[in-house]
């Protein structure tokens, strides 16, 4: 069974840049497509992007500015990096897998447990 | 403000069936699947339904889902206590380049 496990800085200050990394073991990253989600405290889920193994990348239109989604299929690992934080920025980040390979949008599963990062000056 | 519109909260008591909807757009729901989740507080969200009616393994069967036009419902039936979550709908969107749209969730109390 495929696992997720998210990995960065758990505290940033405010205009500083949010970089994650999702180590895929269990299973190969190839074939599928990878996304980042975030749930801030006391909302809903939000999805900030997502990349195939090949490279190809979209983002949700409202972070599009700030955000970078990459792979390495070296080392079974894709990351995200958010500039320019603010407190709304403060949020648990989840890496996640399209449930059907080949396909995105169809579903994540598996999911990592996700990671609190929380901007404070 | 959600791109998908889904009711705040919903409840229901054990062994009653409920259903939570979603509703999108053309470019979004109208357009592709509808894939639900169930969220406990301190877990990761889980999958329940894909592909607007196709449940992943380990799902019980109580768990179904429909589509038609730009909307989605999720049914429950035989209402159990462990189903008290977060539920949300999730869908792809072909306009700006293509992304993923959540819903606003729904919080299911089990009465």
């Known amino acids: 069974q495929v696992q997720l496990q998210e990995s960065g800085p758990g505290l940033l200050k405010p205009s500083e840049t949010l970089s994650l990394t999702c180590t895929v073991s269990r299973g190969s990253i190839s074939d599928y497509y990878w996304s980042w989600i975030r749930q801030p405290p006391g909302k809903g889920l939000e999805w900030i992007g997502g990349?195939?193994?090949?490279?190809?990348?979209n983002y949700n239109p409202s972070l599009k500015s700030r955000v970078t989604i990459s792979v390495d299929t070296s080392k079974n690992q894709f990351s995200l990096k958010l500039s320019s934080v603010t407190a709304a920025d403060t949020a648990v980040y989840h890496c996640?897998?399209?449930?059907?390979?080949?396909?995105?949008?169809?579903?994540?599963?598996?999911w990592g447990q996700g990671t609190l990062v929380t901007v404070s000056s | 403000q959600s791109v998908l519109t889904q009711p705040p909260s919903a409840s229901g008591t054990p062994g009653q069936r409920v259903t939570i909807s979603c509703s999108g757009s053309s470019s979004n729901i109208g357009s592709n699947t509808v894939n639900w989740y169930q969220h406990l507080p301190g877990t990761a969200p889980k999958l329940v339904i894909y592909?607007?009616?196709q449940r992943p393994s380990g799902v019980p069967d109580r768990f179904s889902g429909s589509k038609s036009g730009t909307s989605a419902s999720l049914a429950i039936s035989g209402l159990q206590s462990e189903d008290e979550a977060d539920y949300y709908c999730?869908?792809?969107?072909?306009?700006?380049?293509?992304?993923?749209?959540f819903g606003g969730g729904t919080k299911l109390t089990v009465l």
């Open positions: 990349i195939y193994y090949t490279g190809s990348a």
């Open positions: 996640a897998r399209d449930c059907l390979s080949g396909y995105a949008g169809e579903g994540f599963d598996p």
């Open positions: 592909r607007n009616n």
């Open positions: 999730a869908a792809w969107d072909d306009s700006l380049n293509g992304h993923v749209v």
